[in-house]
């Protein structure tokens, strides 16, 4: 079903939201890493995919962002654990 709604929204053309890094405490934080969504993101066309928190993986993220001209990001939770101490 999840397969099947995320790849209408592509062909419809619809944003794409994905919490990536660290979230909940039951999170697997290495499958968490965003970079796994390449083989998704390489077809995606210019639907556009906001990238959410990313934190460990902010690097890893602006790279996406960097590489493909439809994804973003939103670090907003992750400013509390990157700034300085």
Do not use: W
């Not at 592509?10 to 890094?21: A, I, M, S, T």
Request: hydrophobic share 40%; aromatic share 12%.
């Amino acid at each position: 079903l999840l397969r099947f709604g995320l790849h209408r929204a592509l062909r419809l053309g619809k944003p794409l939201q994905f919490h990536v890094g660290f979230g909940d405490r039951d999170c697997d934080l290495h499958a968490a890493n965003p970079v796994h969504l390449l083989d998704f993101l390489r077809p995606s066309g210019d639907t556009p995919i906001m990238l959410l928190h990313c934190y460990p993986y902010e690097r890893e993220a602006g790279y996406l962002a960097q590489a493909f001209n439809n994804v973003y990001l939103d670090g907003g939770l992750s400013i509390n654990y990157l700034g300085a101490r």
